[in-house]
Structures are given as C-alpha cells and as structure tokens.
C-alpha cells in the first residue's frame, strides 16, 4: 500500500464542512418571505429618507409663505402645502423623524427593562419571580393611557418624558416573554449539561441563556415599535404629543383632519405614510417571528 | 467493599411539595430517591432500570450534585461529593458527566459542534489554541464522527450523532464516572444499538464507571455487568445481570423481565407471564410497608407492614423482600 499518510491534524480550509447557523438559516427563510422584505425595506428608505431631511434641510419644514397658503399637490410642492405654506412633504418626512425616534427609544428602553426583569424573574425563579409577576399583573391593569397623560400634564410636554413614559408601558410585555422563555430554557436539558460540565453561572448566562432568548427578543421588539408609534400618534392627536412647530404623524394627521373638507391632502399624505409602516413594521414583525421560530419550522 | 470506587450511602432526596402563592405552606413531600445504598467498582457497568416516575433520574441527578441530596452520602474516588459546595464542586465535576435522554434539547442549538467541544474541553484545563483542534477532532473520532463536521450546527445532525455530540461532549473533560440517563430511548430503534455498543465500548477502553438509566430492561441487559431494579425511590433488586434477567428474585423483577418479549415464539408461548396490575403508587404517600405490596401476586400480611431491606439473597446478590427465600 502507498497511500499517503493520513495527516493527524486537521487542516480548518479545505476538509471541514460549513455548517449553517440558525441565524443564517432564518435570514433564509426571511428572505423569501416578500411581504416582510417589502416591508424592510420600505421601513430602512422611510428611516434613511426621514432621518436625512433634518439633516440637509434643517428648517425646511416650518418654513413658512403665508402668500401661498394651502395648496395641493404640484412640481414645486409634490406633497401640496398646509394653511402656513409650509412644504408637506418636508413636514411628513420630518414627521416620520421624530415618530420613529419615538418608536426606537421607546422600544429600546421597554426592551432593556423588560429583559432585564424578565430574566431575572425567570432565572432566579420561587418567591422573587412570584412576587415580581405580580408586580407587572398590577401595573397591567393600570389605565396607563391616563397615566401617560398625567405626566404630561404634571411634567410638561417634553418629548424625552413621553418616550420614557411610553417605553414605561410596553416593558411589560416583554417582560412576561422573556421570563417566559427564561423559565422553559432553565429546564431544558442544554443548561443542565452546562451546569454539570461546571461552568459559571455568567458563561451559562452569556453563552447559553441570552443567545437563545435573543431571537424572541428580536420579535418582539419589531413589534412594539408600531405599537408605540400608535401610542404616540394617539397622544399627539389628543394634543398632548410633540408641540408645534415640530410635528410627527400623529400632529400632521390631527392637522389634516380638521382640514379635510377643503384640504383633504394634508390628511392623506400623512395618513399614508403612518399606514404603510405600521403595516411594513407588522409584516416585517410577522416574518421574522416566522423565520426565528426554530420550532414551529424545524423538525 | 473497601475497593469501591463510588458508594452512595443511605441516599435520599425528597422534593417538598408547597402551596400558596407568597406565603408557602409545606403540605408533603416527595420522596423520589428514599434510601438507597450502593457501591460500583471502577470501570463497572451498572444498569438502572424502573418505571417511568420511580426516582432513576432523580437518583442520577443526586449522584452528580445536579439536586443536592436531602440526606447521605455520594463517595466517589474517596470524597464524599454531598459536602462539596461552590468552587470545589465546580472543579470536581471533571471527574463525573452526565448524557441527557433527548439529543435535541442537550445541546445548545445556537453553537457548532466546535464551540460546544471546546467549552467542555476549557471547562477545567487550559489548553493552548494550537492543541485544540487536535483535541477536538480526536473527541470526534472517539464518539465515530468525521471532523469533517465540527463547524455544524446541532439541528444538522440526526438524533443519532447528536447523541454522539453529546457523549464527546461528555468525554472532553475525562471524567472518571458517566451517567447515562435513558440516552437511547428518543432514537429510532435501528440506532439504539450503536449507542448502546459505543458507550459499552468506551466504558471499558477508558475503565469508564457507567451508569445506564433505562425504563426497559432488555435494553441495559446486554451491557451491564449488574442491574439494579428501582422502585418507587428505593432498590428491589441488584445483582449481575445475568442472574436478575435468568432468575429474577422480586416479585417486581419478575414482572418487568416477563414484559420482555422473547424473540424465540416456541419459547415465547410457553413462558410464564407475570401481568402487573394497577399504576405505580404516588411517591408522595407510598403504601406502607413493601411500597409493591398492592400489586404483588405474592403479597402476604406482614408485607403492608415491614419495609423490607435490601439484603443479601447469597453473595452476589440482593434483594428486597420478606418473602424472597420462600418464594424462590
Ligand atoms: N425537581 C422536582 N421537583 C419536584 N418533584 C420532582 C422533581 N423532579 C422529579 N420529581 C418527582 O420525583 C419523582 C421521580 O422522578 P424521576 O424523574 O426521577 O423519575 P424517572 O424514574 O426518571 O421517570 P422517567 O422514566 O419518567 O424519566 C416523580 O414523581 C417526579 O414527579
Ligand atoms: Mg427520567
């Protein structure tokens, strides 16, 4: 026999298989799923688009001509202009600035507390989580509407308190989720193995409990966004949201609609807008749940 | 036996049952590992066999500390792990390893093969980057996989190799003792035996000590070198296997070794068939006395009421029952 000696080591290129991931796996899966790539990519141009404009045109949008007052739709103004003259494209965009910003920091400060005292409530567990679930039942059932409210009221219409206040509220949800999931992790067999190889509790936490509860997290966080966005615009149509001359959707569309008899662009243009990313953010919401769900779509 | 290499001594591990919400109220116990003395020579093969829900989990997760045990003693190698706490039963978990009934929940779906080795190898060792590979792919020519597959995900693989996964995993930290809780009862039927044969394998090459958790007997008879029978927290039976599988002396032991079909249809239809009766009994109120005695075909007064111990029956073997020399 003259085979060649077999190498004992290996070497990483040109023998070991890639493997694929189940992250590369739901990028796939996302991929092929149209309507939430539609709905990416609609909410990156929109994003792109709205957080530009204040950039090149810082003050564009309050730009008054009370000469031209209302007009509809033409090549200088494509979006039409409002009773000031101001340009409503310039305003929709500017809108959507600042709704988003409402929806992201809203977002991040409901996830940072809600997976915080959700996976400590799951992890550590007995009477702690007990105790701390019901905490989150109580706050549940607080018309957190008329809390919101009271803080604008107490504190003044600042925007920063607004999304505190909002985050405040959508915490809730994902604290149930990840607490949830935390808990069913905890039992599962992985865990145990991880504990009886003797590894510290940080690397389990770290290397085994996050990166399984990070897709669920993902989901869900899609998902609040358009669910703050509502929340704000719903804030601001009371009048309680952001104060003139600055404007979100919410404003814009409390605006139209006192005009729309005689003015009825300025309701559509923003209404359009806030529709199509409250829908893009849900399809995009709904594909990735689809994709990250290793169990519904696995095995 | 003063050569054991692991002893358990009068171990018990009872879960206490609570109600209420904030304010607890201790209303029982259960008592899922109840007494229960044994001891295993290095490089022994012992198989754990019981119904579903009789504590051969429990006792399995008491041995390696994954439960502390209520009450008794866990002597491996001479040092009682029941004391061990904190850092020191951290450090000392290289010497003992568990593999998990279903391979697709013992291992972490979100590392590679690779990553998961090399955890387990860095869990107690520091071992230079330029050995690891090495180390590794020997891992999985040991368990029979191509290191072709190190950089895969677990879900790539069939039940079979994750089992496999699993048990490298285990071996990466040589560890002296392994418990095998039921690790082939999630695998189709066809891949079984290969588990079965590799762990049997393994465990005399590295003079492994195994513990093979089983619900069904025919599947540790082959490996074993004794079985024990557990029912309801406590040990029936014990003995080689041969012997407990030719010759049952418990009444219960009789029963299980009577459901194992033989493959043999003259012989099947001639044999005796012991048919157990009724469920197994809560392990929160056992009966008293033989915990068996409610469905024991041989049961006389004096069982509701004496808990028999596990005694000698001859030299090998030992047996709970009051009645073992009448009725044998
Ligand atoms: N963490 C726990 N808390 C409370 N009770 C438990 C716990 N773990 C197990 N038990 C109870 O202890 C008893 C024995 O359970 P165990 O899992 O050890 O049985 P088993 O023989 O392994 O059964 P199976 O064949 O179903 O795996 C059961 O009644 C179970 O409900
Ligand atoms: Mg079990």
Partial sequence: ?299 | MSDAFLQLQNVKTHFPVERGIIFRRHIGEVKAVDGVSLSLLQGEILGLVGESGCGKSTLGRTILQLVPPTEGAVILAGKNLAQLKGRALRESRADFQMIFQDPYASLNPRMTVFDTLVEAIRAHKTVPSSELANRVSELMKKVGLSPRFLQKYPHEFSGGQRQRIAIARALAVEPKLIIADEPVSALDVSIQAQIINLLAQLSREMKLTLVFISHDLSVVKHISDRIAVMYVGKIVELGPATDVFEKPLHPYTKALVSAVPIPDPEREKKRLRVILSGDPPSPMNPPGGCAFHPRCACAVAECSRTVPGLDNFNAARQVACIRAKEIN
């Fill in chain 1, 1 to 299: 026999m003259t085979a060649a000696p077999q190498p004992a080591t290996l070497r990483p290129t040109d023998e070991i298989e890639a493997g694929h991931s189940l992250w590369q796996d739901a990028w796939h899966r996302l991929r092929k799923n149209k309507m939430a790539v539609l709905g990416g990519i609609f909410i990156i141009l929109l994003t792109i688009a709205s957080f530009v404009t204040p950039l090149v045109a810082s003050d564009y949008y309050k730009h008054q001509n009370l000469d031209l007052g209302a007009t509809p739709p033409s090549h200088a103004h494509w979006f039409g202009t409002d009773q000031l003259g101001r340009d409503l494209l310039a305003r929709v965009l500017y809108g959507g600035c600042i709704s988003l910003s409402v929806g992201i920091a809203a977002t991040v400060v409901s996830v940072v507390i809600g997976v915080l005292y959700g996976t400590i409530s799951g992890y550590i567990g007995g009477r702690l989580d007990v105790i701390m679930m019901r905490a989150v039942d109580i706050l549940y059932s607080l018309p957190f509407v008329m809390f919101v409210i009271l803080l604008m009221v107490i504190f003044g219409r600042n925007i920063i308190l607004l999304f505190m206040a909002i985050g405040a509220v959508e915490w809730l949800d994902m604290a149930r989720i990840v607490r949830g999931q935390v808990q069913s992790l905890k039992k599962q067999e992985f865990i145990e193995a991880a504990l009886a190889l003797g590894l510290r509790k940080r690397r389990i936490i770290l290397r085994h409990m996050i990166p399984n509860v990070l897709g669920i997290v993902i989901i869900y966080s899609t998902l609040i966004v358009p669910s703050v966005m509502l929340l704000e615009s719903f804030l601001s149509f009371l009048g309680f949201g952001v104060q003139p001359p600055m404007s979100s959707w919410g404003t814009l569309i409390n605006e139209g609609a006192k005009s729309m008899e005689e003015c009825p662009w300025l309701l559509i243009f923003p209404g359009l807008f806030f529709s199509a990313s409250l829908f893009s953010l849900n399809f995009l919401g709904d594909g990735l749940r689809d994709a990250l769900d290793v169990r519904a779509s696995k095995d």
